[in-house]
T-cell receptor, first 112, second 113 residues
Framework: DGGITQSPKYLFRKEGQNVTLSCEQN?????MYWYRQDPGQGLRLIYY???????QKGDIAEGYSVSREKKESFPLTVTSAQKNPTAFYLC???????????FGQGTRLTVV | QQQVKQSPQSLIVQKGGISIINCAYE??????FPWYQQFPGKGPALLIA?????SEKKEGRFTISFNKSAKQFSLHIMDSQPGDSATYFC????????????FGQGTTLQVKP
């Protein structure tokens, strides 16, 4: 099956801890994205990557970090510097610039 | 200038009716306008998309209308069904720059039986 796999589906974090959210795609897409979704709000872009070993900050990158060592993988680390990390995190990929983006099923992160 | 404004925030429609969701943008560099459908606890799924060289695109019961001069586009759901109840997001992208999508705030649609 081709698609985007996010794991875990649910994640609980204690305050002060870093956590890493996984995103893997087997669609052979060049571009990958991380979005954050809060209740009643749209999707806000955290980071995006157009090619391997290159990524750019989105609109709300503070407190987050990413890597793109492989084409199929784009993990997101939520650091302790992120003041309000509880949210639904969505990973997406697209074949190229300005084309349709396909989303994973999301990871719901809760700080306890 | 990067914002995409979506309205209404919520919408209730009777089964068989027409659901209409509107979006407006400012950045004239945007050249790709998709609509996504999201069910609770799931990731958004691409529904239909349009580029500014056409004014309308139809796929089944879903139609996008695009007005380039007004910088507005809308989604029409004909013969709305209870199974269409979901959150709908419009988005805009710039293929000549980063290709990233800017999303509207979302519209929660409820179709009553």
């Amino acid at each position: 099956d081709g698609g985007i796999t996010q794991s875990p589906k649910y994640l609980f974090r204690k305050e002060g801890q870093n956590v890493t959210l996984s995103c893997e795609q087997n669609l052979n897409h060049d571009a990958m994205y991380w979005y954050r979704q809060d209740p009643g709000q749209g999707l806000r872009l955290i980071y995006y990557s157009q090619i391997v070993n290159d990524f750019q900050k989105g609109d709300i990158a503070e407190g987050y970090s990413v890597s793109r060592e492989k084409k199929e993988s784009f993990p997101l680390t939520v650091t302790s510097a992120q003041k309000n990390p509880t949210a639904f995190y969505l990973c997406a990929s697209s074949p190229g610039w300005g084309t349709e983006a396909f989303f994973g099923q999301g990871t719901r992160l809760t700080v306890v | 200038q990067q914002q995409v404004k979506q309205s209404p925030q919520s919408l209730i429609v009777q089964k068989g009716g027409i659901s209409i969701i509107n979006c407006a943008y400012e950045n004239t560099a945007f050249d790709y306008f998709p609509w996504y459908q999201q069910f609770p606890g799931k990731g958004p799924a691409l529904l239909i998309a349009i580029r500014p060289d056409v004014s309308e695109k139809k796929e089944g019961r879903f139609t996008i209308s695009f007005n380039k001069s007004a910088k507005q586009f809308s989604l029409h759901i004909m013969d709305s069904q209870p199974g269409d109840s979901a959150t709908y997001f419009c988005a805009a992208g710039d293929s000549g720059n980063t290709g990233k999508l800017i999303f509207g705030q979302g519209t929660t649609l409820q179709v009553k039986p």
